[in-house]
């Protein structure tokens, strides 16, 4: 019977800590899982070893037996034993069971088609779990948008297992949130549903607009003429333009609240965050010899006397 090294085959330190044992068992589950490798006995192969490494390695009880085995059978060999005479028989298990039921089984769907390695140390076999139904597995997905249809909503169309998708995004997603279309993704190996397709929404940055939550910010040009005196200016928005009264001596940077004139909010209907429009004075340019007197004469206006 052969040593197997779980560490190996899973490619992490032997003091790796639980989380990186299981974030490196995922990893390589994803890469090598039968859905992605159709037909492909040496995926197939490598999948049932890493299920296998995890199943040992992801369980406290089964790591520290297999670390004490490991430490006597290298040992052994360092010492000049022969790998055929090691005594096995003081680590092996008779007892014949179930393998404990992994939450990665649900994601991964692992066979439970165990080595001999595995079956005579730790006594378990696992193949009548094979017969169980689990669910397929969930396939992932990104989806880029513009803030725009993140406002009105849109639609995408995606492709899995031959099986063509219309994604209906609803108005107000947010950046990085998660969609589930459930039993949409891959098919399970046994008689069990099939997975979920999860779409990450990426909404692109927008050149007049910047969010946040539900709201939306904006600057706002406004002549000097206009900030001096008030007046009105045009502010777009989602829903149309919009004309708003700017008070005379309007400083450049204040904000204006127009409510409800943000972004939609997710799931509920005819609930919107605000807009903030922020004033930015623009001064006058290519200004005449004329203009420039009269400014001087304000200027003069304002100066307190020496």
């Known amino acids: 019977m052969d040593f197997k090294d779980y560490y190996k085959i899973l490619g992490v330190d032997r003091k ?35 299920n296998e490494a995890h199943e040992v390695l992801g369980n406290d009880e089964k790591r520290k037996k297999y670390d004490q085995l490991g430490e006597n059978y290298n040992q052994y060999r360092q010492q000049g034993g022969n790998e055929g005479n090691f005594d096995w028989s003081k680590w092996q298990n008779a007892r014949q069971g179930q393998r404990p039921y992994t939450q990665d089984e649900d ?65 107000g997603v947010k950046e990085g949130q998660v969609l589930r279309m459930r039993e949409k993704g891959g098919r399970s190996r046994t008689t069990g549903p099939r997975g979920d397709v999860l779409m990450k929404v990426h909404i692109a940055a927008h050149p007049r607009f910047e969010r946040k939550e539900d709201d939306l910010y904006c600057d706002v040009p406004v002549d000097l003429y206009t900030a001096v005196l008030g007046g009105k200016i045009l502010i777009h928005t989602f829903k149309g333009d919009i004309r708003i009264d700017i008070a005379k001596e309007t400083e450049s ?54």
């Open 253 to 306: 940077g204040k904000l204006l609240r127009l409510k409800g004139m943000g972004m939609p909010k997710f799931g509920k209907d005819n609930e919107f965050g605000d807009l903030y429009a922020k004033m930015k004075i623009i001064l006058p340019k290519n200004i005449s010899a004329e203009e420039i007197e009269l400014f001087k004469k304000l200027a003069a206006l304002r100066t307190p006397e020496q």
């Open 107 to 171: 994601v991964f769907g692992g066979d439970g088609d165990f080595s001999d390695f595995f079956s005579n140390i730790f006594g378990e076999r696992g193949g009548a779990r094979q017969q169980q139904p689990r669910k397929g597995t969930d396939y992932e997905a990104q989806l880029r948008i513009s803030l725009e249809e993140a406002y009105s909503g849109t639609t995408r169309q995606l492709e899995t297992d031959g099986e063509k998708l219309q994604v209906k995004i609803k108005p």
């Open 16 to 50: 790796a800590s639980a989380d990186e044992i299981r974030k490196a068992y995922r990893k390589l589950a994803v890469k090598y899982h039968p859905d992605k490798n159709p037909n492909n006995k040496a995926a197939e192969d490598k999948f049932k070893e890493l």
